[in-house]
């Protein structure tokens, strides 16, 4: 089961996370990635830690782990002119180029995209920046958390207007990732009507932006400045974390029928004063969250889960990541996969979010891609990749 891409080559020039992380999902679904790295010292993210697992050849990066596998690596110095004639062989036959420079610098090195398009023009190139290509602050070099507030993402989150929080993942470099895939596939499509390749670009500013969401049209179409408001919904109620005896649990009551069923299910009037429509418990939130932390409040949180599940109303716990990878729900959709890698050793990785199937007369079979390959070491592949494209 190789994958729905499978005979497409990528390039992989990206370093850190944005470009890595589109590199891993084309790899997952199929594509071989060959990644070129720094001689020496290789992607940025192979020294960031710890933590770090300790070889007897040294030590390796779990966050570099978390971007980087299905692929191979190459190490090529691009200011060296073998190694540059190295790179010119491999986009020669390449369907997709991925690069996270900033703009400007992959043309200083030689491979502006006019060269690319004379060397390939069936090539595809996606080039992920911090703010943009263009306007007015395009060279700003993108760093996460700095996209993070610049977009507004951080105005949204914690625990108040002035509590400004990050994401607790890196979610602007992700999210330009995804989007940077979700562009090459549209282009590779594109590809099979014209037999032209084109020039894909996102960057972290816009990647954020492009989830702003309800959020975004609040103040786009209404005129609002949403600010952050904790762990509660700003246009649901109820919808967060509500506390329980001896912890908490979240539930949402996205339609009048789950707040009736909620009330119902703890003795509550859902046509009370203030709280008879959405509207009005949004309106009202504080009022809303304390009336059902006093009616949870000698509910210990399993009962309580237990009780709303059977009410038929969406609840959940908070789990810390070792509960979340010892779920039996989070194997049984293939989020965990186990590798060999070359030095540290049997590894298991957090896996790909998708999932395929062919459907049947007898029903469906899974087609998923199984076959996953550790992150490589550092130029792992060099001398195979050279050989194969009859270079010294």
């Not at 590199?23 to 020294?47: F, Q, Y």
């Not at 190694?83 to 010119?88: E, G």
């Amino acid at each position: 089961m190789s994958g729905a891409l499978d005979g497409v080559l990528v390039v992989d020039l990206t370093r850190a996370l944005a470009g890595p992380h589109a590199g891993m999902m084309l790899g997952d679904l199929g594509a071989r990635v060959i990644k070129v790295e720094n001689p020496g010292s290789g992607d940025d993210s192979r020294g960031w830690g710890p933590p770090f697992v300790e070889t007897a050849q040294g030590r390796e990066s779990t966050y570099f782990f978390s971007a980087n596998r299905n692929k191979e690596s190459i190490a090529l110095d691009l200011k060296d002119d073998a190694d540059k004639a190295v790179l010119t062989e491999l986009l020669r036959r390449a369907d997709v180029l991925l690069e996270n420079f900033r703009p400007g610098t992959l043309a200083r090195l030689g491979f502006g995209t006019d060269v690319l398009a004379e060397l390939n023009p069936r090539l595809v190139q996606l080039s992920i920046s911090g703010f943009g290509h263009d306007g007015p602050e395009g060279q700003r070099a993108g760093y996460d958390q700095i996209a993070q507030g610049e977009a507004g993402l951080m105005s949204l989150t914690g625990a108040g207007p002035d509590d400004p929080q990050k994401v607790g993942v890196p979610i602007g470099d992700l999210l330009a990732g995804m989007y940077g895939a979700y562009g090459v596939l549209a282009a590779l499509y594109e590809r099979e009507r014209t037999g032209r390749g084109q020039v894909v670009r996102t960057s972290l500013l816009a990647s954020v932006v492009g989830v702003h969401a309800f959020q975004g049209t609040a103040h786009t179409v209404a005129g609002r400045v949403p600010r952050a408001q904790g762990n509660h919904h700003p246009s649901i109620a109820p919808y967060g974390l509500f506390r329980c005896a001896g912890g908490s649990v979240q539930l949402s009551c996205g339609s009048e029928g789950l707040w009736r069923r909620l009330c119902n299910e703890f003795g509550l009037d859902p046509a009370a004063p203030r709280m008879a429509t959405n509207g009005e418990r949004v309106e009202h939130r504080a009022q809303v969250i304390e009336l059902l932390e006093g009616a949870f409040a000698e509910i210990p949180a399993p009962e309580l889960l237990a009780r709303l599940d059977a009410a038929g109303v969406p609840a959940g716990k908070v789990r810390t990541l070792d509960e979340v990878y010892a779920w039996d729900q989070v194997a049984s959709q293939g989020l965990k996969v186990t590798v060999e890698h070359a030095t540290a050793g049997e590894l298991t990785l957090p896996g790909p979010p998708l999932r395929f199937f062919a459907p049947g007369p007898d029903g469906e079979t899974e087609t998923t891609r199984r076959d996953h390959a550790a992150p490589p070491v550092l130029g792992a592949d060099g001398d195979a990749i050279r050989a194969e494209l009859g270079l010294p």
